[in-house]
């Protein structure tokens, strides 16, 4: 789609952050929004919708909507007058265009960038809270990609796609971080560090070890005198 900025005026933009529960309102306004950190659950005119880091979406003027949003939920949100051919609300793939536009400033050119993005149809998402406290309560456990999309409804490939375009990472690469965090902290309150290894999932103290050197440059010494 292409877009003429100049033919939006009114258009603000800005960083907001969100907490709790929001009851069902409208606009008078076109009301566009990404996530910058955190996940936020929409129902928009009946139907299930969400915002995150990977998929924006966009709210035309008078339509209903409330929504549900974890602590420090930080939302991008462009707001402009009612336009018609914005009338129907839709999600989009936020791309690195939207998430530089950011930095910017300049609320039309954010707009264009949001309005140039690919539409996407409405999809399961993946709530990162809800796949931190999973993970986190059974690390000890093997998780693997199938477990965790699982979790989500989603097949393997899918689940390890929209992971990766909303994370960076990998769901491997996810687990490690989690696992070692946890063994970080384990072992910097003192748990010797072969039982650290067991509540994390590895399988002796020279795996966790060899772990905390390789992704972190930290080995146990350093950690106990931290």
Partial sequence: MQV????FD????????????YQ????DHVQIMFGLQGRMELEVAGHSAFAD????????????????????????????PAQEDLGRARSFAVTAACRESVVWGDAS??????????????RRG??????????????FEAWSTQRMA???????????????ELTGQTPQDYLRR???????????????????ALQVGYRSASALSYALKRDRQLGARVLRQA
Avoid: K, W
């Fill in 178 to 196: 989690l696992r070692l965090d946890a063994a970080e902290r384990f072992v910097r309150q003192g748990l010797a560090l072969e039982a650290a």
């Fill in 126 to 139: 993946i709530d990162l809270a809800r796949l931190d406290a999973a993970l986190s309560s059974a690390l």
């Fill in 53 to 80: 880091a990977s998929c924006g979406l966009l709210i035309p003027a008078g339509v209903s909507h409330g929504f549900l949003a974890g602590p420090d939920t930080r939302m991008f949100v462009i707001e402009l």
């Fill in 24 to 27: 069902s309102h409208a606009h």
């Fill in 150 to 164: 699982a979790l989500f409804y989603l097949s393997p490939q899918r689940f390890h796609a929209r992971l990766l």
């Fill in 10 to 21: 009114g258009v603000s933009s800005g960083v907001r952050r969100y907490n709790g529960e």
């Fill in 109 to 122: 050119v954010q707009l264009a960038q949001v309005l140039q993005a690919p539409r996407i149809l409405a």
């Fill in 4 to 7: 003429n900025p100049a033919r």
